[in-house]
């Protein structure tokens, strides 16, 4: 769509976007169709390509690559599906275009009839490992903004509270002139007065005083996937603040935090255990238990088992957010010495530093921890 090479570096994507954005603009194209879709294919190329992680994917499995495979879940982390709106496109101007462009796009044009939006909300969601290692879904109560539920939103008294917006005389567009980077153009404005509505509200609801909104709450459940990390957004669509005067209702935002577990640690999919054993355990083998998400794992210890080995119990990690396989479990030995012996101990501790296996010092120390460290970042 964008003519690039397969190995485009992201400055030629970034031309050749700026390119086609040019050529197939609304403004320049005015009710020609087939020009707006490829706009937006255009916009849709720009975006998989622009992000390292869907670019992956789409290199790796096409355009089929693109739908739902994005984690699925918690209805957020867009998919490709869908296809972007005209919004989505203008808002990624910003970026490209720099600057007050993004902005100028906005209202201008035929598309371009603005929805009343209301704000996003955040909130932080604390997860347990098990949690993040089967995936749960979450209830949550959102305090926020609802609609006047005596008006619906609308912040009139009723259906004949309306009269005509005196601005616009009822077109609900206004016609102004505007120097863009595309050059000077006229442009149809949604009208600033009435919103393109054309009507203005000449008896406001009594409840809310015209604002269409009332302080609220909402119980949201959010499915989350499985292998989600800290700071992580998913974003659930329409469940945010309910705008003034009626229309739609902002995003939530649920920012994922990782409650920290006391025996493992994460290392991306992965997850640590520092493991002590008593040095007889390392000298002779045995069996020990190690923590895991769900419960706990009986591992065999090897006779002469070194500190500072690493033991794998594969799969036992956690699960990768996309869907490509899942983590290990890296049980990292150290041993446990005495500090303090009675005489018994001492006595068959020093017997035992007679025999001839207890005599010398180990040669490949050094060795050992190189290969400790290739198994351990491997
Ligand atoms: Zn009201
Ligand atoms: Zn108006």
Known sequence: MLGVAKNANADEIKKAYRKAAIKYHPDKNPGDKEAEEKFKEAAEAYDVLSNPDKRARYDQFGHAGMNGAAGGGAGGFGGFGGGFSMEDIFSQFGDIFGGHFGGGFRSSGGGGRRVNRGSDIRVRVKLTLAEIAAGVTKKLKITKTVACDKCGGTGARDSNSY????TCNGTGYVTRVENTF???MQSQGVCPTCGGTGKVISAPCDKCKG????RGSEVVEIAIPAGVGEGM???????GNAPRHGGVNGDLQVVIEEEAHPELVRDGNDLIHNLNIPVTTAILGGT???PTVDGRAKIKIAPGTHAGKVLRLGGKGLP?????????ILVVVDLTIPSKLNTEERRLVEELSRQPGFQKAESVRNQNIFERMKSFFR
Do not use: H, M, S, W
């Open 288 to 290: 020990v238990e190690v």
């Open 211 to 214: 604002e269409g909104t009332q």
């Open 182 to 184: 595309f050059g000077r």
């Open 163 to 166: 009269a005509t917006c005196a």
């Open 320 to 328: 990768d957010v996309n869907g490509y396989g899942r983590g290990d």
């Open 233 to 239: 957004v998913l974003t659930v669509a329409g469940k």
